[in-house]
């Protein structure tokens, strides 16, 4: 969808990032993130589309949002998307409905009746939404220290795995999966056929992805008798496809590091030899799992981290003034403080709520 059909449409443009969070540097880029409306044909007919996030540097606006032309980071948001991740909580989604009055370059009265329903959307959500954020923070941190400490000398080959390129060739990636696959169907029948209570029938089926699970790593030595029992595998393949995950998953290390090694920002480069960690990514994490713990506790979510008081603090990470075992050690304890916070919040948000919402506000709207 162009830029200008989606500007027309706006209800909520916010500037979002470190500058709405209060601990931009110098070096901080101006991210946006905002909803529109979609025309009546994506709503009436076929067509569907999620969300516009490329294209504000070449395409042509209404003039109305010129912070937009030169931007290297925003993402506008479609309605329906929108809701669908306020429903589950996510960090980037819900903070957009809290920022400070400022941090808002366009509110519409559809925007701010969005903005009124906010704290209605928070559940417990957000005890697994911030600290999974967090999480994955945490190890692009550890991921970064150990290339930084030790870094891999050279490119993996079939060879240092026990393959070879003639008569014992590693599985490729299709083959893999195609296995994983056929073991995941195995095991869905399995649960399918089981008579837990509807609640644990419903966590291993749909709320867990255990595709993605076990296409993401290698299976554990301990478990490959149990699944050579599910599948009939013959002894062979099991220890083909052990050391075939093996050498496909130390490939995937050697590409992202030399990704890393090519892409990092020279300045980002420097402050990680000093401190010895990725320290953007490190006060990401505190923040996220501080903001959690918040909501579960207060039912506020505090975007601007100057008046949550930890400003100073998150900048000081920021900027590799923190030794690696401090702020290690105090994110350990906040992922400890986060699952154990006790929260009056509903357990979830109510889709027929949401439902009403994105008809009240399209209402609002119109599709003239």
């Known amino acids: 969808m162009d830029r200008i059909t989606i500007e027309s449409r706006l209800i909520l443009l916010a500037l979002a990032g470190s500058q709405a969070y209060k601990t931009a540097t110098p070096q901080s880029d101006f991210d946006y993130k905002g909803v529109f409306i979609a025309p009546k044909e994506y709503y009436l007919g076929f067509k569907t589309f999620e969300q516009k996030d490329t294209g504000w540097e070449t395409e042509t606006g209404t003039g109305l949002y010129p912070m937009l032309d030169a931007v290297k980071d925003c993402t506008i948001y479609e309605l329906r998307k929108f809701l669908s991740l306020v429903g589950n909580n996510n960090p980037n989604i819900l903070e957009t409905l809290w920022m400070d009055k400022e941090s808002y370059a366009y509110l519409s009265p559809a925007g701010e009746k969005l903005v009124s329903y906010r704290a209605n959307f928070l559940s417990q959500k957000v005890r697994s939404s911030f600290a999974g954020y967090a999480y994955a923070q945490i190890k692009r941190v550890e991921s970064h220290r150990k290339w930084l400490l030790n870094p891999p000398s050279k490119k993996p080959v079939p060879q240092d795995f026990g393959l070879n390129e003639d008569n014992y060739k590693p599985l ?15 095991v869905r029948d399995c649960i399918e056929f089981l008579e837990p209570s509807e609640e644990l029938r419903v966590l291993l089926l749909e709320k867990i992805d255990y595709k993605a699970i076990l296409k993401q790593r290698q299976i554990p030595e301990e478990l490959l008798p149990k699944v050579q029992e599910y599948t009939r595998a013959t002894n062979d393949f099991i220890r083909l496809l052990h050391v075939s995950q093996a050498y496909r998953q130390a490939i995937g290390e050697w590409d992202a590091y030399s990704k890393w090694s090519l892409e990092r920002n020279l300045n980002r480069k420097a402050l990680e030899a000093k401190c010895g960690y990725d320290s953007k990514h490190m006060a990401h994490c505190i923040r996220l799992l501080r903001m959690g713990i918040e909501i579960l506790r207060d039912g506020v979510l505090k ?14 990470v920021r900027n590799g003034d923190v030794t690696y075992e401090e702020v290690k050690q105090l994110a350990d304890n906040l992922f400890e403080e986060i699952k154990s916070t006790k929260t009056s919040l509903p357990e979830s948000v109510d889709k027929e709520f949401l439902n009403q919402i994105c008809v009240e506000l399209v209402e609002i709207v119109g599709f003239n």
């Open 172 to 186: 490729n990636k299709a083959e893999i999966n195609a296995f994983l696959e056929f073991l995941y169907m195995l």
């Open 303 to 316: 975007v601007d981290r100057q008046k949550a008081g930890d400003s100073n603090y998150l900048l000081s």
